[in-house]
């Protein structure tokens, strides 16, 4: 069982993404009732499916009449990103009790994923306790979110810009934090970069996932690099 530092350092390192979830998940309940889910499905998809893209996408193609299957290939391969999270974490929570592993698994998403592997990486006191609660206490606040959007529905004039600069602002937010070394801001600016083209060209939502392959990949060559420079001649 975590003990009472344990929830509260999960929840100080929470806490930015659940106040950010809270201004996303409002409007993707609001898109939810208007496909017709009520609160209490909307929280219970939140809370088992949890994926803010993927919930906001089948909000959108179902409202544009777009058939099952073609909307179950277009959040699989937003998904696919969850890949890259499970490689970069696994090696953290490879001595960690199966059922702990899973649910951790489960409730993983793009923010808890920058603050645990953060923490996980430089913090020795960052169990994979601490890793799960991040998780679910992102998931909850993500979850209640939704339901009060779906509960409220359209009744709530959320301007557009808002809705599309929260995601933003949660990643800026994380990314400000960060230990700023070479590595770091290689990723960063190629990531940024890479999105950035791959948008003008016309990639739509891969341009994300390309990016961030893209961001990964200097990434790597940039601390190769450095260990390189650092390498006894």
């Known amino acids: 069982m975590p003990s009472h530092a344990d929830v509260r350092a999960a929840l100080s390192a929470a806490l930015p993404v659940m106040l950010g979830y809270v ?3 409002i409007p993707c309940g609001v898109m939810s009732a208007e496909v017709g889910l009520s609160p209490a499905v909307a929280f219970l998809l939140s809370a088992t499916f949890y994926s803010g893209a993927g919930q906001f996408m089948m909000a959108s193609l179902a409202l ?3 058939p099952v299957a073609s909307m179950v ?11 890259l999270y499970s490689a970069a974490l696994s ?7 199966r059922p702990l592993a899973a649910l951790f698994a489960a409730t993983v998403t793009d923010e808890s994923f920058g ?5 996980l990486a430089s913090d020795d006191s960052w169990t994979p306790v601490r890793a799960t609660l991040v998780n679910v206490a992102s998931m909850l606040s993500w979850a209640a979110a939704n339901a009060l959007g779906a509960a409220v529905g ?20 994380l990314l400000v934090g960060q230990r700023w070394a070479r590595v770091t801001v290689v990723v960063a600016a190629c990531s940024a970069v890479a999105v950035v083209a791959l948008k003008a060209l016309g990639a ?3 341009a994300v996932l390309l990016g961030a392959l893209v961001g990964v ?5 940039a601390g190769a690099l450095g260990r390189g420079e650092g390498a006894p001649r």
């Open 23 to 25: 201004a996303i998940g």
């Open 64 to 66: 544009a009449g777009t």
């Open 73 to 83: 290939a277009s959040v699989a391969l937003v998904s696919c990103r969850q890949l």
């Open 91 to 97: 090696p953290y929570l490879s001595r960690a009790p």
């Open 115 to 119: 603050v645990n592997l953060s923490r």
């Open 154 to 173: 359209p009744a709530l004039a959320i301007p557009t810009a808002i809705m599309s600069f929260a995601m933003t602002s949660i990643f800026i937010c």
């Open 204 to 206: 739509g939502s891969l």
């Open 217 to 221: 990949g200097a990434g790597m060559a």
